[in-house]
C-alpha cells in the first residue's frame, strides 16, 4: 500500500485557505485581506514549484547535458512512438524500430514515423514479452533481409522465436516471413525473453535468451535454451563449429549457458568477441565477454539476492568452471540496450562502452583498457527517462531509445 501523501505544513495551510477553512493560518499575523490574498498566492506558487522540481526532470524535446568530455546535445528526433524496444539503421540513414506490443515502423531521416509495416507475426505482448529486437542483414543492401526476435505465443505459454523477412521499405511491409529459431521450451509467464540479435562477422547470428524467470535453474541444463546464448546460421542451421555440436545430451545451438536475461549485445570492434549484458535479480547486473562453451553462473554462481526476502542465490560469488563477468552493478541499473562507440563526432569516447538503464534512467559510459572496465561515467541523469536502446549510427552519432517518452534521442555535441 504506498502510503498516504503528507502535505507540509505550509501546503496543508493553503490548501485549508483554498477549499475555504474559516480560521486563519495560526503562523501568519493578522494582515489586511489582500495583502493575505497575496501571500497564499506566492505560498502556493512556491510550493507547486518545489514540487515539481522534486518530482523530477521534465520531458524537454532537446536538452543539453554536462559531461567529463564536455556538453553534448540530446536532441529529439522522433517522437509518438509505443513501448519502443529496438532500433536498427537501414543503409540509407532510416531506421527500423520495434514497439513491443506488436509494431514495427520506419523512422526517416527527418524523424517523420511510419505506418505499421504489415506482415509482423503475431506476438505474446504481455508482461515483458512481445516484438523485441530488429537487426538488419550484413548484406541488406543485396537480400533486403533483416532478422527480429519475439515472444511467440504457443497452446502452452509462450517462448522466444527469431524470424527473418525481406523488407520492402516503401512498400510498408514484410515479405518471405520464415521462423528460424524457437526456444524448445514454452513455460508460462511473462517475463525474462531475453533478447538480442547480434551478426558475428562469419555472417552467423547470436541470439540472446531470458531463464524465463520462474525456470532459473534451466539456465544450466544443456538440454533447454532457456538461459542461454545460442549461434545460428541465416537459415535456421546450426554451425558446425558449435561448440556443443555433437554432443547427444546438449542442444547443438547453444553458444554460452548460465544466463539470466540478456537484453544488451555488440560485438567488440577490434576482437569482434561478442559482449552482453545481462540483469541481476536484486544486484549483480552483469557486463560478459561472452565466449564460446562457457558457463557464466546463473543461478549457482551469482552476486545477485532475491527480491523481498534479500537472500543471498546460489552458493557464492566465485567458483571454479565459471566465467566471471567483467563488471557487475550492484545495486542493479536494469541494463538494456549496448554499443561500442567507433565513430569521430566524439572523438574522446571512441573505444568506450555505452550502456543504457531502465530502473535507474541513464546511459553508463565505461572506459576499457583491453577486457577491463578501469572507468564509469553515468550519464544524462538529469534526463530522468527509461533507456532502452543505445546505438552507433552509420552518421557516427549515439542514438538512444526513450522508452518512457516513445522517442528517439540523437547525440550531439553542444
Keep these: 500500500m504506498r502510503p498516504a501523501l503528507r502535505l507540509s505544513p505550509q501546503l496543508a495551510h493553503a490548501e485549508a485557505a483554498r477549499s475555504g477553512a474559516r480560521s486563519a493560518p495560526r503562523f501568519f499575523p493578522a494582515l489586511p485581506a489582500r495583502l493575505q490574498s497575496m501571500r497564499l498566492r506566492a505560498l502556493l506558487f512556491g510550493t507547486l514549484l518545489a514540487a ?35 532500433l536498427a539503421f537501414l543503409p540509407d540513414g532510416r531506421m527500423l524500430v520495434t514497439e513491443r506490443p506488436g509494431q514495427m515502423r520506419i523512422v526517416g531521416r527527418d524523424g517523420s514515423v511510419s505506418a505499421p509495416i504489415a506482415g509482423v507475426p503475431e506476438v505474446h505482448a504481455r508482461g515483458q514479452g512481445g516484438l523485441l529486437d530488429v537487426a538488419v542483414s550484413p548484406s541488406f543492401a543485396d537480400d533486403k533481409l533483416i532478422v527480429f526476435s519475439y515472444a511467440e505465443p504457443t497452446a502452452g505459454g509462450a517462448r522466444t522465436a527469431v524470424a527473418r523477412a525481406r523488407l520492402d521499405a516503401d512498400g510498408l511491409r514484410l515479405e518471405d516471413v520464415r521462423r528460424i529459431f524457437a526456444q524448445s521450451e514454452d513455460p508460462s509467464g511473462n517475463h525474462h525473453w531475453g533478447s538480442r540479435l547480434v551478426f558475428a562477422r562469419d555472417g552467423t547470428l547470436f541470439i540472446t535468451l531470458g531463464d524465463r524467470f520462474h525456470s532459473r535453474e534451466r539456465a544450466q541444463a544443456l ?35 548460465g544466463h539470466r536475461n540478456v537484453q544488451g549485445a555488440a560485438l567488440h570492434p577490434q576482437t569482434g568477441e561478442l559482449w552482453t549484458h545481462e ?22 554462481v551469482t552476486y545477485g539476492r532475491e527480491y523481498v526476502t534479500g537472500r543471498k542465490i546460489g552458493e557464492g560469488e566465485t567458483r571454479a568452471g565459471v566465467e566471471p563477468p567483467v563488471l557487475q552493478f ?59 536502446d543505445v546505438r552507433q549510427g552509420p552518421d557516427g552519432h549515439l542514438w538512444l531509445l526513450d522508452e518512457t517518452e516513445g522517442r528517439i534521442l540523437r547525440l550531439d555535441p553542444a
Excluded: C
Design 279 to 300: 540483469h541481476g535479480p536484486q544486484g549483480g547486473d552483469e557486463i560478459n565477454r561472452t565466449r564460446a562453451g562457457l558457463n557464466y553462473g546463473w543461478p549457482e
Design 223 to 257: 538440454d533447454s535454451h532457456l538461459g542461454k546464448v545460442v549461434r545460428i546460421a541465416m537459415d535456421g542451421s546450426v554451425p558446425a563449429d558449435n561448440p556443443l555440436v555433437g554432443r547427444a545430451d546438449a542442444r547443438p545451438e547453444i553458444w554460452s549457458w
Design 330 to 388: 550492484t545495486p542493479s541499473i536494469a541494463p538494456s540496450g549496448m554499443a561500442f562507440y567507433t565513430g569521430d563526432v566524439f572523438p574522446q569516447w571512441k573505444g568506450n562502452l555505452f550502456v543504457g538503464a531502465l530502473k535507474f534512467q541513464l546511459v553508463a559510459r565505461l572506459v576499457l583498457e583491453g577486457d577491463r572496465v578501469v572507468h564509469e561515467e553515468r550519464l544524462f541523469t538529469e534526463l530522468g527517462r527509461r533507456i532502452r
Design 52 to 86: 515539481t522540481l522534486v518530482a523530477g526532470p521534465v520531458a524537454a524535446r532537446d536538452l543539453t547535458v554536462r559531461t567529463e568530455a564536455g556538453s553534448v546535445k540530446l536532441t529529439e528526433v522522433a517522437s509518438g512512438l509505443q513501448n519502443p524496444w529496438s
